[in-house]
């Protein structure tokens, strides 16, 4: 959750959607691990020692009691040290800790039994991602005739699929569960425990955040081995666009950037062009600029970005990259920055202030990934008045409306798009940007009708307002 700890675009629907949801009466309370990354103020104060109930042996923890950063919205902080005082969340480099089904079971059974001390009582719990995945489980099972967790209905959400908590069968024991639901109708999957399976089956409702990849992933090249689950249980499964959080993300007020400046006048995005070619050391040149924000991963398509380079480099355009990720597209970035200094600039890490630079002072933005279930990047761009060169998939198809020189669609296009996922395709794109770089009035056109799209949370959570509704009267 943005501020405390962030890997990606989840940590900002955790800090955003509560704060809608909040704001439209309802009482919102957020779980989470205590990692050790949570800093002393916000990891408020010890509430009550809790317990993982395995069936044969019991595992103890504690709560903490805090509060969501800037809200006096209750914070339930799941304590273990051996399990969440770690150098990372999930892992270091490109490993997983090898214990990750123990540590996540662990926060899912001990919520169980820590939050019933709390003396309040959800209508819903709402689950996201493979982690939490073991509660819609247990709710369907183990705690389905208790008198506190009876009636409790549950959602689960997809921020991506790829991740499932997949694990060889000798971890089942980790779920707590009854033998008999190592089993290919709930989370067995191919001999393995397949823990997001688990959620898939059990949940009242299941969602994603983009109404394109819900219908994608009930396919064989999307659907990670899934589909034959997700498209079984369709009537239940929604596409729920992330928004963007307008306090954080806005030009006219980013205290991030080199100047303020809106859609009324967007002069100061040349000063903060010039600033973020400082900032990655190239020339102040006056060529178009391409900007990448993100995990350098195979899923965002970064390895045919990286394959690419030599291609894309030959040409009058600068590109800078910050991002972290897969060592082996980390050092092709490396090798190709030693060859194009001037034309390349790179910053390898996380580092959310520069990730405003960089949308602030970019033309484009890149995002050519193969699959995406929202992207934030995307709609950043748009109200920074950049535009975003993506792969028509996903989340990206559903936000960015691309220019054709066939439909001369500049009235409402906001981007640029390609589908086949090849270099030839994205250089060609990207030689489309270099083109429409020349026409000034169809650039100024596009950025006009980014910065004028409303990604608002206030709007996404109306939706998940409904789909707890239905959830919760089984509809
Ligand atoms: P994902 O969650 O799959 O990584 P999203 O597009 O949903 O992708 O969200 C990524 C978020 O993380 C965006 O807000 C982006 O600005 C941010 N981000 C990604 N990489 C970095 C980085 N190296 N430094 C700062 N912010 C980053």
């Known amino acids: 959750m943005t501020p405390l700890l962030s890997t990606g675009g989840l940590a900002e629907v955790a800090a955003a959607l509560p704060r809608a949801l909040r704001a439209q009466g309802h009482d919102v309370r957020v779980a989470m691990p205590c990692y050790r990354q949570i800093t002393t103020p916000h990891r408020g104060e010890h509430y009550c020692l809790c317990e993982a109930d395995y069936g044969d042996r019991v595992v103890h923890g504690a709560l903490r009691l805090a509060t969501v950063p800037d809200t006096d919205m209750p914070l339930y902080l799941v304590e273990h040290e051996g399990y969440f005082g770690r150098e990372a969340p999930y892992g270091t480099g490109a490993y997983e800790y090898n214990d990750n089904a123990e540590r996540f079971c662990f926060f899912c059974l001990a919520l169980f039994h820590a939050i019933p001390q709390t003396g309040w009582k959800p209508d819903i719990v709402h ?103 997700l498209s079984a249980r369709h009537g239940d499964l929604h596409g729920i666009l992330n928004g963007v959080d307008y306090d954080v993300w806005n030009p006219a007020t980013d205290s991030h950037i080199a100047t303020n400046y809106d859609a009324s006048d967007i002069s100061g995005k040349r000063i903060c062009k010039q600033a973020l070619q400082k900032l990655f050391g190239l020339p102040a040149a006056s060529v178009p600029l391409f900007g990448v924000v993100s995990r350098l991963h195979w899923q965002k398509g970064m390895d045919l970005l990286a394959s690419a380079l030599d291609d894309i480099m030959r040409r009058d355009l600068q590109l800078v990259v910050l991002g972290t990720g897969d060592p082996g597209i980390e050092t092709q970035l490396r090798a190709a920055m030693a060859r194009f200094p001037d034309k390349l600039g790179l910053y390898l890490g996380f580092d959310a202030p520069r990730a405003h630079t960089v949308q602030a002072g970019s033309d484009f933005l890149l995002m050519p990934s193969r699959y995406e279930p929202c992207g934030l990047g995307q709609l950043y761009a748009m109200a920074y008045g950049t535009v975003p060169l993506v792969r028509r998939t996903g989340g990206l198809a559903d936000t960015v409306c691309g220019y054709s020189t066939l439909r001369q669609n500049g009235d409402e296009a906001t981007g640029l798009s390609f589908v086949p996922l090849t270099n030839q395709a994205l250089t060609r794109c990207m030689q489309d940007a270099l083109t429409l770089y020349e026409k000034r009035d169809l650039l100024q056109q596009l950025r006009m009708n980014g910065m004028n799209q409303r990604y608002s949370w206030e709007r996404s959570s109306r939706e998940y307002e409904t789909l707890y509704a239905l959830a919760i009267n089984r509809g």
């Not at 506190?148 to 209905?153: E, H, K, L």
């Not at 399976?197 to 009930?218: C, H, M, W």
């Open 127 to 229: 689950c996201n991602d493979w982690h939490t995945a073991l509660i819609p489980a247990h709710l369907k099972t183990r705690y389905q005739g208790d008198s506190y967790w009876g009636d409790v209905a549950s959602i689960f959400t997809i921020h991506n699929l790829a991740y499932q908590g997949r694990y060889d069968a000798s971890s089942y024991g980790c779920t707590g569960l009854a033998p008999e639901f190592f089993h290919p109708d709930a989370l067995e999957y191919e001999g393995d425990l397949n823990l997001m399976k688990g959620a898939l089956v059990f949940a009242d409702k299941l969602n994603t955040v983009s109404p394109r990849y819900a219908r994608e992933i009930q396919t064989i090249e999307y659907g990670a081995g899934l589909h034959g689950i």
